[in-house]
T-cell receptor, first 112, second 115 residues
Framework: GEDVEQSLFLSVREGDSSVINCTYT??????LYWYKQEPGAGLQLLTY?????DMKQDQRLTVLLNKKDKHLSLRIADTQTGDSAIYFC????????????FGTGTRLQVTL | SAVISQKPSRDICQRGTSLTIQCQVD?????MFWYRQQPGQSLTLIAT?????????ESGFVIDKFPISRPNLTFSTLTVSNMSPEDSSIYLC????????????FGPGTRLTVL
């Protein structure tokens, strides 16, 4: 079955860049997503990338995909205290009819 | 994007009782899903809610424990039956407008505590 792994915790200073990493095992992953979950809230879709892309930039967010190594990363530039949350990567692969497989989640703590 | 609401937002229930969670989407969508997020854990898919037919359950989840209805394209319910403390979780519904790739949006979740 699919396996999506993330590091559990990341702490950065306000204003620095954050890089959250994700590895996956299923080579047929077609779409990869990043979601944000703030305390007590649901999931907010941040961005996504197709598997035929290497990079996608959206304002402060940059997604890098290394398909050979099955490695996905999310870079947040100029990290703010409002970015403190849990970040989940998720993937859909061919033939699963939109079913998302989520990573274990990374808790980002932004300090002053 | 789709706006998804869930009711109730949270509940505290007694062991052995059942709770029905409602999910309403503000526009017609093709796919609706129910996920469970156990404390401190990631999300696990419970089932795909199919309009007008029985839901499709993932391994480890059964209809008797988690009956699901989807009477139309914008509404679904999940019932957590005969609850035990192990069912304490956040239950989230999500929707997407098509199969394959589509942005998948989530409701705010229902936080369930079973005593």
């Amino acid at each position: 079955g699919e396996d999506v792994e993330q590091s559990l915790f990341l702490s950065v200073r306000e204003g620095d860049s954050s890089v959250i990493n994700c590895t996956y095992t299923d080579s047929s992953s077609t779409y990869l997503y990043w979601y944000k979950q703030e305390p007590g809230a649901g999931l907010q879709l941040l961005t996504y990338i197709f598997s035929n892309m290497d990079m996608k930039q959206d304002q402060r967010l940059t997604v890098l995909l290394n398909k050979k190594d099955k490695h996905l990363s999310l870079r947040i530039a100029d990290t703010q205290t409002g970015d403190s949350a849990i970040y989940f990567c998720a993937e859909i692969h061919t033939g699963t009819a939109s079913k998302l497989t989520f990573g274990t989640g990374t808790r980002l703590q932004v300090t002053l | 994007s789709a706006v998804i609401s869930q009711k109730p937002s949270r509940d505290i229930c007694q062991r052995g009782t059942s709770l029905t969670i409602q999910c309403q989407v503000d526009s017609q969508v093709t796919m609706m899903f129910w996920y469970r997020q156990q404390p401190g854990q990631s999300l696990t898919l419970i089932a795909t809610a199919n309009q007008g037919s029985e839901a499709t359950y993932e391994s480890g989840f059964v209809i008797d424990k988690f009956p699901i209805s989807r009477p139309n394209l914008t509404f679904s319910t999940l019932t957590v039956s005969n609850m035990s403390p192990e069912d304490s979780s956040i239950y989230l519904c999500s929707s997407t407008r098509g199969t394959g790739y589509n942005e998948q949006f989530f409701g705010p979740g229902t936080r369930l505590t079973v005593l």
